[in-house]
Nanobody, 124 residues
Framework: QVQLVESGGGLVQAGDSLRLSCAASGRTVGAYAMGWLRQAPGKERESVARITWNGNTRYAESVKGRFTLFRDKAKNTVTLQMNDLKPEDTAVYYC??????????????????WGQGTQVTVSS
């Protein structure tokens, strides 16, 4: 089992920045990709960003140029730096781990492990 714990959510104003972190623990042996997804009220969960085991990243069109994802393999952490936040970024953000396709940068339909989620609220 792998446990994922997110931190860093909060309430900010439009144009502000936030940094979300996710720490993985447990059976983290082997290669795995990490992703951030979000779900806004009344909407389906959507992929925001993903980083592969070898460091390739992919971003949703809506966050390109504003969000940056990076990981520290030694610490089993990933960090999502979110700049120029907009009200439409308001959602619960989830960290997820994918052991099945660790080198794929394609947004998958499912992940193996999930964090509990952290709320990000952006006021206008």
């Amino acid at each position: 089992q792998v446990q994922l714990v997110e931190s860093g959510g909060g309430l900010v104003q439009a144009g502000d920045s936030l940094r979300l972190s996710c720490a993985a623990s447990g059976r983290t042996v082997g290669a795995y990709a990490m992703g951030w997804l979000r779900q806004a009220p009344g909407k389906e969960r959507e992929s925001v960003a993903r980083i592969t085991w070898n460091g390739n990243t992919r971003y949703a069109e809506s966050v390109k140029g504003r969000f940056t994802l990076f990981r520290d393999k030694a610490k089993n952490t990933v960090t999502l730096q979110m700049n120029d936040l907009k009200p439409e970024d308001t959602a619960v953000y989830y960290c997820a781990a994918d052991f099945r396709l660790p080198y794929s940068s394609v947004f998958p339909t499912q992940y193996d492990y999930w964090g509990q989620g952290t709320q990000v609220t952006v006021s206008s």
